[in-house]
């Protein structure tokens, strides 16, 4: 009676228990698999994330979107002012304003998102205690949100170049492909940055500042030609000069410079592999010490 | 049958330091090494350890709704947290056979900035639906939570109790096969929670499996059919709802179910030697269900019976209401009694959930007090399952009325 009672039950609620389990819970082995598949399943969640960072970033705003322009627009008059017309910085036969304009804008996404992300994981800290979902999904939608206002910042390029009278070549098509490998690099960076702020808030003082001096380390101000040839190797180990140089070499039709590209992706995707490893390593103590 | 959540011996350590101090920072970590240099390498020693739950094992079978009980800090929440994967055991395994949905908060990640409308596609995918199965949901989730008006404000302007009402509307259509809440009842208004609690009966009995965290033991007795008690990390008991239930609250209710005389009450010429509270099974007990009997039994001495004397019981509530008063009269008792014993009976479905005190008193009517005893005894009632249980925690009463009541269709 008993048994068909329980099966009864079984064929009304439909019940049936797959053989394996679905989700088994047990202290983490020193290595851990990335578990794609589970980042996969909630894809949704990654995209409302992003949704909801963006909306929240312009709301009871007046300007609203508008200042993912301002904001690069006025620090492009205010270097094209001190460097480019004071100091009379080269700027390879390109005029100075759209020079600087093609290195602030991938600059300023990369810089907003990994100081966005980095300090994600901290200020979502009311979701980390009290549901789960894969960690990762946080700071890659604080990269994704900073995405939407570098798009919007390519219009004021657009109407610079028209101003400018530059017309486009087919290396412009390079450019989605570069958006991409930015936005790669800076989940990579951010991810790192937001696992290690959990445990030690003293990244939210050093990131600012790595951040500038990230700025001057890079070619954004200055062309890369302004550097001793012998030292352009060195600069190249940073992964954002092959990119800002690849931009300009897009928009501008000018050859690219292949090796520091490739030497970009290389790191980029190094980056993105060693900070995911490690994100995954100290994500099981969020929880606990967030 | 096979159970659809395996627990096996699982632990969760925390070290305590790390729980005073989670935002070491690099400078404490320098000036920490410079005031003890050998403690930095130090490891963390078993005094620094802390086990917020250890050797848990047990089974729950799909479409069980088990509770969870204990004190403050038993562990439940910790629990709670390893089986939604929030936070890592140190030791063990847990299985799970089905989806899990778990529900530690209601409007977990809730933006004040975002739309009602927002928040529910927001809410709904942190807690693990896809953005097809909320769209299709939409309309009942606001008919649920009752804030039509209000979809498109932002939430910042709700009051408190639409904000709660809309979270749990959210939560209240979620469809995981197990799903794992803790205290979120505890807020809403009666109505409300009343809607919650009916709607999560209807998630039981679609099969679905449900682990439930309360503190209000009513709410526990009638949904639950069994229940889980923990004590400092340690599963103490498992079993049907009821047993655990009572179990927890005899075990917890330091007031004496017991009256002993003090030394010096032989000089009276009648007093009270000993009273005791049980059940009718003959069980000692200070705490019952609503719908157990409650027998009180005094034992009392006497050098004579004093014409027309009365033994008086007197049932006070928590908050000092006198509920009733019971009197038996003496009088029957031949002249010769030396001991006498008084029995008083209180039927099931009298008492409301509450915690009582007894004050006996024999005396002589408009005459004479010959002994009077405040707080004597104490006992509690609990709600074991009873259609009022949705309002545990608000006053509904002193006693359940037999009123009665009927309705009928007039046009």
Redesign the interface.
Known sequence: MKQVLANSKESKTGVSLPSKPLVVIEPSKSWVALNLRDLWHYRDLLYILTERDIKVRYKQTVLGALWAIIQPFFTMLIFTLFFGKLAGMPSDNIPYPIFAYTGLLPWTFFANAINNSGNSLVGNSNLITKVYFPRMIIPIASVGAGLVDFIVAFILLIVLMFYYQISLTFNILIVPFLIILTAILAIGVGMWMSALNVKYRDIRHVLPFLIQIGMFVTPIIYPTSLVPEKWQWLMALNPMMGQIEAYRSAFFGKPFNWFSLAISVGLTCIILIYSAYNFKRMERQFADIV | ??P?I?VENLGKQ?TVG?IQK?????RESITEILKSPFNFFRKPDEKDKFWALKNISFEIQ??EVVGIIGRNGAGKSTLL????????????????????A?L??VG??F?P??TGR?NI??NG????M??GEIAKKLDEIVDFAGIEKFIDT?VKHYSSGMYVRLAFAVAAHLEP?ILVVDEVLAVGDAEFRKKCLGKMQDVSK??RTVLFVSHQMGSIAQLCQNAILLDQGSLVMNDKANKVIEFYLNQNNIKRGTYHAPPNSSEKVMFIKSAIVYDENKIEKTSFQHDEEIHIDLICSAKEIVRYSEARLVVRDARNVTVFTADAELNLLDENTKEFEVSYRIPPNILRPNNYSLIFVLFVPHQLTIELIEDAVFFSVFDGGTKYAQSEGMDYGVVFSPCESSVRKIA
């Open positions: 049958m096979k659809i395996k925390y790390a989670p935002n070491g920072n690099f799909p479409g947290k390893v089986l939604s994967r929030i936070t890592e055991p140190t030791l063990g395994k847990v299985e799970l056979y089905g989806k899990v778990s530690l908060e977990t990640g933006h900035e975002l927002e596609f927001l995918a942190i807690l693990g896809r953005r932002p096969e679609g099969g």
